[in-house]
């Protein structure tokens, strides 16, 4: 099974900085296949990033994921309001298709 | 619209079963691998199982295998999950996804609470 370690736990920002999220795997997420989810208090989760680096569709540009083998981050270039959420990334090359724990980005 | 909507939820007594469903409508879900992801209360999101469009392939969590159940019916437009000796760590909220690259459409979930 493929881990999924994100950090920080919580990141701490201000509107209109930029954040960057780590999701670290425990072995090498193969093709890449790992993506980002945004989740806001009682809603769904909805996809952000897929394939590491390629944006949904309808999603800003200021969200944009980088990275591979096994570091994998995604930068908010400016926070918007919006953006104060907890972001999860998964990885869908293996079964089981894990998350990460999770990181809180939360207003400062 | 594009649109998944659970049902099926409630309270169940430790070692009984539940059935959830998902209605899809909007695409063509004959064409896609559904999900089951699930997260009990305050915490992460869970993967719990994933079916093939055409029900060849199907994949559970290791801690879930032999009580629940994933199956689909395309012709129906719907996707299920038969959950038996349901635990007090099954409650949590169920949400079905549509995806295999990436999860792209969620429904609203429905809350499943395992309580004597």
């Known amino acids: 099974e493929i881990v999924l370690t994100q950090s920080p736990g919580t990141l701490s920002l201000s509107p209109g900085e930029r954040a960057t999220l780590s999701c670290r795997a425990s072995?090498?997420?193969?093709?890449?296949?790992l993506a980002w989810y945004q989740q806001k208090p009682g809603q769904a989760p909805r996809l952000l990033i897929y394939?590491?680096?390629s944006r949904a569709t309808g999603i800003p540009d200021r969200f944009s994921g980088s990275g591979s083998g096994t570091d994998f981050s995604l930068t908010i270039s400016r926070l918007e309001p919006e953006d104060f959420a907890v972001y999860y990334c998964?990885?869908?090359?293996?079964?089981?298709?894990?998350f990460g724990q999770g990181t809180k980005v939360e207003i400062k | 619209e594009v649109q998944l909507v659970e049902s099926g939820g409630g309270l169940v007594k430790p070692g009984g079963s539940l059935r959830l469903s998902c209605a899809a409508s909007?695409?063509?879900?004959?064409?896609?691998?559904m999900n089951w992801v699930r997260q009990a209360p305050g915490k992460g999101l869970e993967w719990v199982s994933s079916?093939?469009?055409?029900?060849?392939?199907?994949y559970y969590a290791d801690s879930l295998k032999g009580r629940f159940t994933i199956s689909r019916d395309n012709a129906k437009n719907s996707l299920y999950l038969q959950m038996n000796s349901l635990r007090a760590e099954d409650t949590a909220v169920y949400y079905c996804?549509?995806?295999?690259?990436?999860?792209?459409?969620w429904g609203q979930g429905t809350m499943v609470t395992v309580s004597s």
């Open positions: 079916i093939s469009s055409s029900s060849g392939f199907i």
């Open positions: 998964q990885q869908y090359s293996d079964s089981p298709r894990t």
């Open positions: 394939g590491a680096s």
């Open positions: 996804a549509k995806g295999s690259g990436g999860f792209d459409v």
């Open positions: 072995q090498s997420v193969s093709g890449n296949y």
């Open positions: 909007g695409f063509t879900f004959g064409a896609y691998t």
